[in-house]
C-alpha cells in the first residue's frame, strides 16, 4: 500500500530544456551555480534533475512553498542574467510549467508504505 | 523573450522513483509497456521521462487533460497490476504527486519566441 499524505498545496516548476550542440564545461557550471542559487530561494523546498546526454533533453522540477517564492526567484537578478545566458548559449528550446501540488502519495520498501 | 501561453489548466502525474538493484531487462520491458499503455488513455496529452543509472533515481511526468483522466488511469486493470509488480521487483521507494498546471512559457531558438 502507498501513504497518502495530507498536506498544504504547494507548488511545482517543471523546467524541460532541449540542450544546444556545444558549451560543455561552461555548461556544468551554469547549472552546478543555478542548482546552488535556487536552494538558497526563500520559500524553496527541493528539487530533482536529469539529462540524457545522448538526446540532450532535461528536465529539472523545482518545489517551492507558494507562488510568491517562485514570482521571487523568477526575477531575481543573478537568475535574470542566466535566464538570458540560457537562451544565448545553452538552450534550443525549454519550457517551464507552474504547477500547484494538490496531493502526493509515497512509497518505499524499508517502511512497506 | 519567451512565450507565455494562456491555456486550459491541465494535470501532470510526477512520478518520482528509486529502482532496486536487479531486474533490469524485464524493468525495460515493464517500462517500455506502461509508456505505450498511458499514451492509449483517453485524456492524455504526454509525457516525459529520464532515469540516471548511476543513482537509479528516474522521473516520469505525464500530462492529461484532467482529473478524471488520471483517477481512470490510477484504476486501470493493467496499471494496478504494474503498480503491485513495481512495489515487488522494480523499485526502493517512489513519490506520485499530482499537479494542476496553471501557466506555461515556451522558448525556442528557431521562433526565438
Known amino acids: ?3 497518502h499524505v495530507d498536506l498544504e498545496q504547494y507548488v511545482a516548476v517543471i523546467f524541460t530544456s532541449k540542450r544546444s550542440i556545444d558549451s560543455d564545461s561552461k555548461y556544468q557550471e551554469f547549472s552546478t551555480r543555478m542548482e546552488e542559487l535556487v536552494a538558497e530561494q526563500p520559500g524553496y523546498l527541493s528539487h530533482i534533475g536529469f539529462r540524457d546526454s545522448q538526446t540532450r533533453q532535461g528536465i ?3 518545489y517551492f512553498k507558494d507562488e510568491e517564492s517562485i514570482r521571487n526567484w523568477k ?3 543573478e ?5 538570458r545566458l540560457g537562451r544565448e548559449e545553452f538552450y534550443e528550446e525549454y519550457t517551464v510549467r507552474i504547477a500547484t501540488v494538490n496531493r502526493e502519495y509515497s512509497w518505499s520498501r524499508q517502511s512497506g508504505l
Do not use: K, R
Open 60 to 62: 529539472t522540477v523545482s
Open 1 to 3: 500500500m502507498s501513504q
Open 79 to 83: 537568475h535574470l542574467e542566466a535566464q
Open 75 to 77: 526575477v531575481l537578478d
